[in-house]
């Protein structure tokens, strides 16, 4: 692997380790998941 993959690689995996740490979503289908979660509870509660 050339030294900017590897560098890539750590860049992702320390990126991923964060959001997980603070709790942020940043794969788009968790987003997308946790948005129709919340509108669905909501039109929920106006019935």
Do not use: G
Not at 16 to 34: A, F, G, P, T, V
Request: aromatic residues 14%; hydrophobic residues 35%.
């Amino acid at each position: 692997m050339s030294t900017n993959l590897l560098d890539l690689k750590k860049l992702r995996d320390l990126f991923e380790l964060e959001c997980n740490k603070y709790n942020i979503l940043y794969k788009m289908e968790d987003i997308i998941d946790s948005y129709k979660n919340k509108y669905e509870a909501c039109q929920l509660n106006w019935f």
